[in-house]
C-alpha cells in the first residue's frame, strides 16, 4: 500500500484523464475499496445520476440498475451532500435512514448483486467555481477517522489536477473548427473515414488530417475516445 505522501507526489505529477483515472483505481486498491466516481452535485429534481458523472470505474451494471430504480430522488446520501461541505459515509446497515420503506429494499439488492456494502463522499471545490463529489464504494468496514483524514487529503489534490484538466479541455474544445466537429458528429454516427470523405467531397486523407488534429486538442489516443469525449462534452449530440 503506497502511503499518502507517495499518492500526493504521484497525483501532481498526473496530465491527462486517462492517468487521473489510473491514479484513482490505485486509491481504491490502496484503501480496499472496489470503484469511485467524480459527480457534479445532483440538483433536488433531478432524476439519474449517470448524466451527473464526470469520470468513473464502478461495478459494470450498476449504474444503470440505480437508475433504473429511480433511487437518486431520494438518496439520504446527495440531500446530505448538497446541504453540507462534510464528507458523509454510508452503509448498507443505515440503509433505511432517510429513504421511503418502499425503495430500501431494491437499494439493498442492488449493492448486494454488486458486492457493495459502504460508500464514502467527498465534497469538493476546483477552478472556475465548480462543486462536485469524489465517491468511493466498497465491501469493507467504514473508514477509520485516520483512513479519513487521509483518504480527504488525496481526493483535495486529486479534484484540483481534474479542474485544471478540465478547464485545458474546454478551453482546446472552443478551439475545434467547425469542419472539425462536422467530421466528428459523422464519426459518431459510425461512419469510417472513407464514408465521410465522401459525405464531404474531401479526401480520406484530409478526413484522417481533421481527426488527428481534434484528437490533440481534446488529449485524445484514438478514436473512439475522441468521439466517447466529445459526446461528454456535448461537443457533438
Not at 120 to 140: D, E, I, K, W
Request: aromatic residues 6%.
Amino acid at each position: 500500500m503506497e502511503s499518502p505522501p507517495d499518492l500526493l507526489c504521484r497525483v501532481t505529477a498526473l496530465k491527462t484523464e486517462a492517468e487521473l483515472s489510473d491514479f484513482l483505481r490505485d486509491v481504491v486498491a490502496d484503501f480496499d475499496l472496489k470503484g469511485f466516481m467524480v459527480i457534479n452535485i445532483p440538483a433536488a429534481l433531478d432524476e439519474k445520476l449517470s448524466p451527473r458523472i464526470v469520470l468513473s470505474d464502478l461495478p459494470e451494471g450498476f449504474l444503470h440498475e440505480y437508475d433504473e430504480l429511480g433511487l437518486l430522488k431520494n438518496s439520504p446520501v446527495f440531500e446530505g451532500l448538497r446541504r453540507s461541505t462534510a464528507p458523509v459515509m454510508w452503509s448498507t446497515k443505515v440503509a433505511s435512514l432517510g429513504r421511503p420503506p418502499e425503495e430500501v429494499d431494491g437499494a439493498l439488492q442492488i449493492f448486494a448483486r454488486h458486492g457493495l456494502s459502504m460508500s464514502v463522499y467527498f465534497p469538493v471545490h476546483g477552478t472556475l467555481g465548480r462543486r462536485a463529489v469524489v465517491g468511493f464504494l466498497g465491501n469493507r468496514p467504514l473508514l477509520s477517522r485516520n483512513e479519513l483524514g487521509e483518504l480527504g487529503i488525496v481526493v483535495m489534490h486529486a479534484y484540483d489536477v481534474y479542474s485544471k484538466l478540465k478547464a485545458q479541455t474546454e478551453s482546446a474544445s472552443a478551439s475545434l473548427t467547425a469542419r472539425e466537429l462536422e467530421i466528428l458528429h459523422w464519426a459518431s454516427c459510425g461512419k469510417t473515414s472513407m464514408e465521410i470523405a465522401a459525405i464531404t467531397s474531401l479526401s480520406d486523407h484530409t478526413i484522417n488530417s481533421y481527426m488527428t488534429s481534434a484528437m490533440r486538442k481534446l488529449d485524445c489516443v484514438n478514436r473512439t475516445h475522441l468521439v466517447a469525449k466529445a459526446l461528454r462534452l456535448h461537443l457533438i449530440s
